[in-house]
């Protein structure tokens, strides 16, 4: 595998259940973010994980729960999620967090349907 | 907070056409970074502008940021239907002297479509 992968790529879930979204980088590098893209809003960053610490928390709800057991592997955690969270959520890494030549490069996303 | 604004919001052309997209930012550029995207896939990274008046090619992609650091465009050269996509700029969230942890802003996005 290369680059930033994500599994599953769709996920239809019940408002009650608790599933999580697994992004796993190939990349060496040392950040992970989690990303949310909803229709016909812009890509809304959600957390940032700077060598497995999280430095950035973008006022997102406690029914979504990160976690970033090493530098190579990030999850979110979902539960009692509402319909409005259905959308593709984007995880993607780079080399640092911040500074400058902060590409960040993208999974291909997983696309949460909550009934 | 930064935003930015993305003209136009949506673009079809013929194949062969040039045609250019406008991303203009609310605060100054520390970074600027244009993106594709496939509907309902990950980003794919173009390129990345830091200077002010710099600007970048790859293939027939041209990007720009001008002097001010406040507006960048994207230039495409003889379209073809592969260029298709959306097309999202995002900025470094930095403020002046302070540090993002790498949080880009992006913008809504422009969607292009070309027809061969």
């Known amino acids: 595998e290369t680059g930033v992968t994500q599994t599953p790529r769709h996920l239809v879930m019940g408002m009650t259940n608790k599933k999580s979204l697994k992004c796993e980088q190939h990349?060496?590098?040392?950040?992970m973010y989690w990303y949310k893209q909803s229709a016909k809003k812009p890509l809304e960053l959600m957390f940032v994980y700077s060598l497995e610490e999280r430095v950035e928390n973008n006022s997102v709800p406690s029914r979504f729960s990160p976690e970033c057991p090493n530098s190579s592997h990030l999850f979110l955690h979902l539960h009692t999620l509402q319909p409005e969270d259905s959308a593709l959520y984007l995880c993607?890494?780079?080399?640092?967090?911040?500074?400058?030549?902060?590409?960040?490069?993208f999974g291909p996303g997983t696309r949460l349907t909550v009934l | 907070s930064q935003e930015l604004e993305q003209s136009p919001q949506s673009l079809i052309v013929q194949e062969g056409k040039n045609l250019t997209i406008n991303c203009t930012s609310s605060k100054t550029l520390y970074g600027l970074y244009w993106y594709k995207q496939k509907y309902g896939e990950g980003l794919i990274f173009l390129m990345m502008l830091q200077k002010g008046g710099e600007e970048k090619s790859h293939e027939k992609i041209t990007a720009k940021l001008d002097e001010k650091k406040q507006q960048s465009s994207l230039h495409i050269t003889a379209s073809q239907p592969s260029h298709a996509g959306i097309y999202l700029c995002g900025a470094d969230g930095r403020e002046a002297g302070g540090t993002s942890y790498g949080k880009l802003t992006f913008g809504q996005g422009t969607i292009l479509t070309v027809h061969p």
């Open positions: 990349l060496g590098h040392n950040a």
């Open positions: 993607a890494s780079s080399q640092f967090a911040g500074g400058p030549h902060n590409e960040q490069f």
